[in-house]
């Protein structure tokens, strides 16, 4: 694990909010606790990401909603990594710390499958980074979109999410199981 690092993305309080809608996966957080665990009981890095929204009323605007959940809260010391939009790697020093301990490989879990979590795993691989998902780890909401673009239908969280890992798994990813990449 030395030269694998742990990156949570986005684990925090505002995804809690009704607006989001329906969720797949209420576990994801508890998968993402056991491999916090793992990490820091092996001393390997980690790294903690929040999306802090520049958009008013979010409810991931700066406040209470931007906290992280208890699950994954960082402790003192830990590296904390914010951003204003779906990359952890654009406009952050992500790559750079992560270039700087030497890691080359990344297991990524968070919030959500097909918007954050996501776009950080396709460009993660493009810089060169080795990469694992621990797709139970991860969660997306309901779609309600006006999906008037082409006539399709609003699509549940399961689906969106399995569609999530299935278009990253095996090109930008693999995705495993929480415990799996624990064990």
């Known amino acids: 694990m030395s030269q694998a690092a742990l990156i949570l993305i986005d684990i925090q309080r505002g995804f809690d909010d009704p607006r989001w809608g329906a969720r797949n996966n209420p576990g994801a957080e508890a998968a993402a606790g056991r491999l916090l665990a793992r990490w820091r009981a092996a001393g390997a890095p980690l790294v903690h990401i929040r999306h802090v929204s520049l958009s008013p009323g979010s409810p ?5 909603g931007a906290a992280f959940k208890p699950e994954v809260a960082p402790l003192p010391g830990e590296t904390i990594i914010e951003k204003s939009v779906n990359s952890a790697f654009i406009g952050t020093p992500l790559e750079a710390h992560l270039r700087g301990l030497g890691v080359t490989r990344l297991v990524v879990c968070g919030l959500t499958t097909p918007h954050c979590v996501s776009t950080t795993c396709r460009m993660a ?32 969280a399961e689906a969106i999410h399995a569609s999530a890992v299935s278009h990253l798994h095996g090109e930008f990813v693999t995705a495993r199981a929480a415990d799996e990449i624990a064990a």
């Open 125 to 156: 691989a493009n810089l060169g980074f080795g990469v694992v998902l621990a797709h139970d780890a991860c969660a997306a909401y309901d779609t309600s979109a006006d999906c008037s673009w082409g006539g399709a239908a609003p699509m549940p």
């Open 60 to 64: 991931l605007g700066p406040g209470p």
